[in-house]
């Protein structure tokens, strides 16, 4: 339990760092060129996991297919998330990034063939309520800002779903690897066309966006295999109000209390989300 909690306090300073550096990059640099430099500096700052698990061979897949669909629909989602932590609030972009897991059972309903039971129908439910409890469709116009943060949760559910059967046949680090390997190749085309020199004060953030979004995932990976999912995940809701703190403290932006209502409800659907029916018998 120690360690999975080491893990995970480490996926949140990196998801809440990652956050912030994403904005000082992609409000001064065209998204795609942001994307590409950390899939670039994400594969360098993955080889020494690579040679450890045995080397480039071992990174061969039996599931190239997968790992591609899987990763043409994460590049998008990242590209919406990217774009998204420009436009509106941080505290606003992961609480409904935050409805991702929601997504993610319905997905898993029709796809995969999961069960859908109470819980996760009420789950669902929150979730809807507090999506419309921050964007407030009848009080106020939805902004562009918040339709994208809710098309990159969805795509970053799709991304789970097919996460959650590439996990049966390969490890973590080939999943990373074949990750940064296809988005940069996705990537390479639309940044080459907006490629414009990087200003030397932004390396550093840089630098930054492409150590969080490569160890990130790893330390909750990790995390998994120290602890069960019901005990991880629920440690990742601190990264709302750890975010929304680092949105008031480095931007000024203030948290109305629709938003703190909002983002409740929908960890609440999260929580039952996770919670299992009692057994009969």
């Known amino acids: 339990m120690t360690k999975a909690a080491l893990w995970m306090g480490g996926w949140l300073s990196l ?12 409000s001064r640099l065209d998204v795609f ?6 899939a670039f500096i994400g594969f360098v700052l993955l080889q020494p996991l690579v040679m450890k698990a045995g080397g480039w061979g071992a990174m061969r897949s039996a599931r190239p297919m997968r790992h591609l669909t899987r990763n043409v629909v994460h590049y998008a989602a990242q590209y919406a998330w990217l774009l998204a932590v ?14 991702m897991p929601l997504w993610t059972a319905v997905l898993a309903y029709f796809f995969l ?17 507090g999506v419309v409890m921050i964007v407030r469709p009848v009080t106020t116009d939805v902004s562009a ?13 799709i991304s789970v779903v097919l996460v959650k059967s590439l996990t049966r046949t390969d490890s973590p680090v ?16 639309p940044s080459f066309m907006v490629w414009q020199p990087v200003p030397a004060d932004l390396w550093p953030w840089i630098a930054v966006v492409g150590f969080c979004g490569t160890f990130s995932h790893f330390c909750m990976a990790k995390a998994m295999t120290h602890a069960d999912a019901t005990v991880v995940v629920p440690m990742d809701f601190l990264r ?17 209390v629709w938003t703190v209502a909002g983002a409740a409800l929908i960890l609440t659907g999260n929580l039952l989300n996770l919670k299992k029916p009692a057994s009969r018998g």
């Open 240 to 256: 709302v109000p750890l975010t929304a703190l680092a949105g008031w403290l480095i931007y000024k932006e203030l948290i109305d």
């Open 113 to 129: 063939g999961e069960s859908m039971n109470r819980f996760k129908a009420a789950a669902i439910a929150l979730g809807l309520v």
């Open 174 to 189: 080939r999943i990373i690897f074949w990750m940064l390997i296809i988005q940069a190749a996705i990537g390479l085309v």
């Open 145 to 157: 800002g918040q339709l994208v943060s809710m098309a990159a949760a969805v795509g970053f559910a």
């Open 15 to 26: 998801m809440v760092t990652m956050a912030v550096a994403g904005r000082e990059t992609a």
């Open 33 to 38: 060129q942001v994307m590409e430099l950390r």
């Open 86 to 99: 420009t436009l509106i609030p941080l505290a606003q972009v992961i609480s409904i990034e935050f409805t």
